[in-house]
């Protein structure tokens, strides 16, 4: 019992960490775009007030039992994954369930969301939602290739498909995997491109021609999970990429500085850019990206 | 009497008893087909042992039956699927005629395949393999549209892999005087190179268009999707296994002793990736719901290929984990499928929609099916993905994981497609009149569904008999560092724990739709799928808000350039080419008298011209 209640306490606070920088981020991210983009943006706080507004709004209206599941089963994804990635280096921090599930896991756990808000927006039965259901979904076949390649590289290379053991390995070399291993590193940001969704690649809940796609039919409590879900989901991602590919880090605000810099580079590539269309975004992944992926399995393979 | 018969005498016999006595009264058909069923699961189970065998000599040649812990595994599929297949056809088949005529070749199928399992020497074997695709093909033409087309394509696919799968068994017997499975094994390495080659070759060519294998694929979507579903469910989940089987013994017992072996590997498993991707390609493209599962089985079986073909221990763990699981999900599917096609009586996934709230079961068990199928945890098909991708990538076949990823990644898209097609979307008054399956339809979809999840949660259930299995074959012991009753190991140590994985899984999932539900259901009303936001319109009763058609339009841009090839194209050039061949042939015999004079004359000028070289 005492096992599953240290369990539990290291999963909540693991939770509200997650919740807390990912919606810190998200709020940074509204005021560096709006700088760009020579206005002045809201402030930082900005989407804790949001959720906090969704979390306290009644709901009037429901579409049945698989709009109720959608926002769960994204939340599944969010919160197991956050689990699994190890948060700090050397056990740190709570362990969780890093030791229970291991990179190949990850990587289907983290499709489960997407696939249970898809399912979820298709309820509504509103034609936007499946419209950016079927792109979000074409897209994310696109860039889950080059993702895969940069993982099955760093596996063959380590020869282990567990992260603490990439992070162990980083640890005692001294060197980050991005520095020995470079093409997956390129590979897998590029790819983060397409995780993140940021301009080129935001055709999926593009606000003014789908309302918004898949969530254009949730308000209220729905939005308010789908929201804190991404914050989450958003910083297990960032989490993961330093694990794997930075070194780790061993405080939490070396953790931080380590993810928000990352964090800068699909919001920075996406405040100057245009949109891509589906297909010319998929044929972008497996372009260039897919290119580095396949230098770096080489990389692993011979050298 | 010997067991064995007695299984043999069950289900043949009950085939024809079926076909006669249903004749009398239509309440019989069902009650002695379900009958015939079980008695056969019965026997099968409680009766004939593990080593079990038969001889029966027919004239010098020694016909041996017998049961191995590998046939055994692959008989869960057989009679597991086809017990629950048969509960589910007594519905199905109501108010359809000609059912003497479909039981009767469900039987005989199952009976076939039965004995191919059985079967320890390639004689029966051959028959019984003949047996099996005969019945299949009356099955296929038994309704639909094109049946004729379909079932010629059947046919000529089935006979090009049997004549293939003749002339090995006719080799073989002349080098070794033997039919058995066992003496061949054996023999194998005193054969000469190029008969060590050709032998595997011609047996891999006979399985390989049973499972589907491209580019001998093309009878499949057509004759998966002109069964009738009660069958299809076997023909996909077990029938197409049969390959599989055979497949296996080929490469544990031919292939592994050859030198040159990692070749044929090699190719077979990049035919099966590529299956595996196109088959998943053409499946998004396919509007129907019936095509799109017979694409996406194509697909799943490259996966099993893949593994089959790799063959080490952990390879071929996940191939055949693989199959029974795919025998599951894809059963349930298809029964899914035919309980849309029972009820709303058309699969088009462009026409039917928003079903879910009116067939709640079958959604709930094709829900944890395609789960399943596109391999997310916590459902059974993730196990064996997941065993799958760590072995490629431990035995160095790294092109070959991002190849099968890719193509389960993209599987998404028609899981999506699938679900959305027929359960999600805009709810239409036409289809207003749509009632949940009758219970023997639901009950077996159900149950193979749970069945995923448990096996997802807990897959040493199966892999203990999949680990006996192997071992039968002459693999080593795997449990304990590749898997225990529900963690998986890779063969570098990592692990997978699935139970408490599960269980965050499902108290996450539990926590947050317990939030929304309590949330959501108090003071809120149900609203139609019409009362949604449109940018502040509102739209009317009869505008039509569906989207449906060109589903994955986008995608299909991006890779049209692949899908442009058809191998259809190629078949239908080659059967032109001897069309023509033939047509010129035709004319020789033109009927005409004269015509045949200048036969003649030509033929004694030859003989003139030569007859100095001929008759000296």
Request: charged residues 10%; aromatic residues 16%; glycine residues 8%.
């Amino acid at each position: 019992m005492g096992e599953f209640f240290s369990l539990l306490l290291g999963a909540v606070v693991t939770f509200i960490l997650a919740f807390f920088v990912g919606i810190t981020y998200g709020g940074l991210t509204r005021i560096i775009t709006a700088r760009v983009q020579n206005r002045i943006g809201p402030p930082w706080y900005q989407n804790l007030l949001d959720i906090v507004k969704l979390f306290s709004k009644k709901t009037a209206i429901h579409h049945g039992a698989m709009h109720f599941m959608g926002p769960a089963f994204i939340m599944v994804t969010a919160v197991v994954s956050v689990l699994v990635i190890p948060v700090l280096n050397e056990g740190r921090w709570f362990p969780n369930l890093n030791f229970h599930g291991d990179l190949i896991f990850l990587l289907y756990i983290m499709t489960f969301g997407p696939l249970g808000m898809a399912l979820g927006a298709g309820q509504t039965g509103n034609p936007n939602s499946a419209i950016g259901v079927t792109r979000g979904l074409s897209q994310m076949v696109g860039f889950e290739i080059p993702w895969v390649m940069a993982l099955v590289a760093l596996m063959i290379q380590y020869q282990t498909t567990s992260i603490v053991d990439l992070m162990t390995i980083q640890v005692e070399t001294g060197t980050w995997i991005a520095f020995s291993s470079p093409f997956a590193f390129m590979a897998a940001v590029m790819a983060m491109f397409g995780m993140f969704r940021y301009a080129p690649f935001d055709i999926v809940g593009a606000p003014s021609e789908l309302a918004s796609g898949p969530i254009s039919e949730n308000g209220g409590k729905y939005l308010f999970v789908m929201m804190t879900a991404g914050s989450v989901f958003a910083f297990a991602k960032l989490t993961l990429y330093v694990d794997l590919f930075m070194g780790g880090a061993d405080n939490l605000l070396i953790l931080v500085i380590k993810t928000f810099a990352l964090y800068m580079i699909p919001v920075l590539y996406g405040v100057i850019n245009p949109r891509y269309r589906t297909e010319q975004a998929i044929r972008w992944f497996w372009g260039w990206p897919s290119f580095f992926g396949l230098l770096a399995i080489l990389q692993a393979v011979f050298f | 009497m010997n067991t064995i018969y007695l299984l043999f005498t069950v289900l043949f016999g009950g085939a024809i008893l079926t076909f006669l006595l249903g004749k009398l009264s239509r309440i019989l058909y069902y009650i002695v087909f379900l009958l015939t069923m079980a008695a056969a699961v019965f026997v099968f189970y409680a009766q004939i042992r593990i080593g079990d065998t038969v001889n029966i000599n027919v004239d010098d040649m020694q016909l041996q039956w017998g049961l191995t812990a590998f046939g055994w595994l692959f008989s869960l599929m057989v009679l597991g699927l086809g017990l629950l297949a048969a509960i589910y056809s007594i519905a199905y088949m109501k108010g359809k005629d000609r059912l003497g005529y479909f039981y009767l070749h469900f039987l005989i199928s199952i009976g076939a395949m039965l004995g191919i399992l059985l079967s320890r020497d390639l004689v029966s074997f051959f028959i019984f393999w003949e047996i099996m695709t005969w019945a299949s093909y009356f099955i296929v033409v038994y309704s639909g549209k094109d049946v004729q087309k379909t079932g010629i394509r059947y046919i000529l696919f089935s006979a090009i892999g049997a004549y293939a799968m003749l002339m090995a068994i006719v080799i073989i017997y002349g080098q070794t005087n033997s039919i058995s499975i066992d003496d061949l094994a054996v023999n194998y390495s005193t054969f000469s190179t190029s008969l060590q080659i050709w032998i595997p070759l011609l047996l891999i060519t006979a399985f390989a268009v049973k499972s589907a294998l491209m580019p001998l694929h093309v009878w499949a979507p057509g004759a998966y999707a002109n069964s009738p579903m009660a069958y299809t469910a076997v023909f996909s989940g077990a029938l197409s296994k049969m390959g599989i089987y055979g497949m296996v013994i080929v490469f544990v017992t031919l292939i592994a002793n050859l030198p040159q072996g990692v070749i044929i590997r090699d190719i077979i498993a990049w035919l099966g990736a590529i299956t595996a991707v196109m088959g998943t390609f053409w499946a998004i493209a396919q509007d129907d719901a019936k095509k799109l599962l017979a694409y996406s089985s194509i697909g799943q079986l490259g996966y099993i290929i893949v593994g089959v073909a790799i063959g080490t221990s952990f390879a071929m763990m996940a191939a055949l984990f693989m199959a029974i699981m795919h025998a599951l999900f894809k059963g349930a599917l298809f029964m899914a499928v035919g309980a849309v096609e029972r009820q709303a009586g058309t699969t088009d996934l462009t026409e039917v929609t928003g079903l879910i709230r009116k067939m709640p079961w079958t959604f709930i068990a094709s829900l944890i099916s395609i789960i399943a199928l596109a391999g997310i945890p916590p459902v059974g098909g993730f196990v064996g993905k997941w065993m799958l991708y760590e072995s490629l990538i431990s035995s160095d076949h790294y092109l070959l994981v991002i190849l099968i990823f890719f193509a389960s990644t993209a599987g998404f898209l028609y899981c999506y497609k699938f679900l959305f097609g027929f359960f999600l979307g805009q709810e239409e008054k036409e289809w207003e009149h749509v009632k949940e399956a009758p219970v023997m339809m639901v009950v077996p979809m159900m149950l193979m569904a749970v069945m995923a999840l448990i096996l997802g949660v807990f897959p040493g259930i199966l892999l203990k008999p999949v680990d006996v299995a192997m071992q039968s074959m002459g693999y080593a012991e795997t449990y304990g560092h590749l898997w225990s009753m529900s963690v998986l190991f890779n063969e570098w140590g990592n692990q997978v724990m699935l139970e408490p994985l599960f269980y965050a899984i499902i108290i996450v999932f539990m926590v947050f739709l317990v939030f929304l539900v309590l949330k959501g259901m108090k003071g809120t009303r149900y609203v139609t799928t019409k009362d949604i936001s449109t940018s502040g319109e509102i739209p009317l009763e009869h505008e039509n808000l569906t989207f449906k058609g060109n589903f994955f339009q986008p995608f299909l841009r991006a890779v049209d350039p692949v899908m442009k090839r058809q191998i259809m194209t190629y078949y239908r050039q080659i059967g032109d080419g001897l069309e023509a061949f033939f047509d010129f042939i035709r004319r020789v015999y033109s009927g005409n008298g004269q015509t045949y004079a200048i036969y003649v004359m030509i033929f004694l000028v030859i003989l003139l011209l030569l007859k100095d070289s001929l008759f000296g």
